[in-house]
């Protein structure tokens, strides 16, 4: 059963915006768990790009600071990342993950993570 899927990745432009979305099918609240965002680019190992505890603390990948917002709706149990000045070394496929482990941190580490969406592909052009 596929239970987070992600939605928003497209083709844009260096220096545009984009916000992708990962919703849970399973109807879980993201508030009581750590959700994070990755993305893998062609050749090159997944990294962690932005993550959320349970209390609404947030980490950022040095890349992105500044530029990329991870957000969350319980009402919609909707992830968010909103991203600004996009650059072409932004192009990869975003995941989002979940996390149910006890005393989870919202890190950027994938091994905390236990579930995963499909992806959506972001693509910047130069």
């Known amino acids: 059963q596929i239970d987070l899927v992600e939605s928003g990745g497209d083709s844009v432009q260096s220096g545009g915006s984009l916000r992708v979305s990962c919703v849970s099918t399973?109807?879980?609240?993201?508030?009581?768990?750590?959700m994070g965002w990755f993305r893998r680019a062609p050749g090159k190992e997944r990294e962690g790009v932005a993550g959320?505890?349970?209390?609404?603390?947030?980490n950022y990948a040095d890349s992105v600071k500044g530029r990329f917002t991870i957000s969350q709706d319980n009402a919609e149990k909707t992830l968010y990342l909103q991203m600004t000045s996009l650059k072409p070394e932004d192009t990869a496929m975003y995941y989002c993950?979940?996390?149910?482990?006890?005393?989870?941190?919202?890190?950027?580490?994938?091994?905390?993570?236990?579930?995963w969406g499909q992806g959506t592909q972001v693509t910047v052009s130069s």
């Open positions: 993950a979940r996390s149910t482990v006890v005393g989870c941190s919202g890190s950027l580490q994938d091994y905390e993570y236990n579930y």
């Open positions: 399973s109807g879980l609240v993201y508030r009581r768990y750590c």
């Open positions: 959320i505890d349970s209390d609404g603390r947030t």
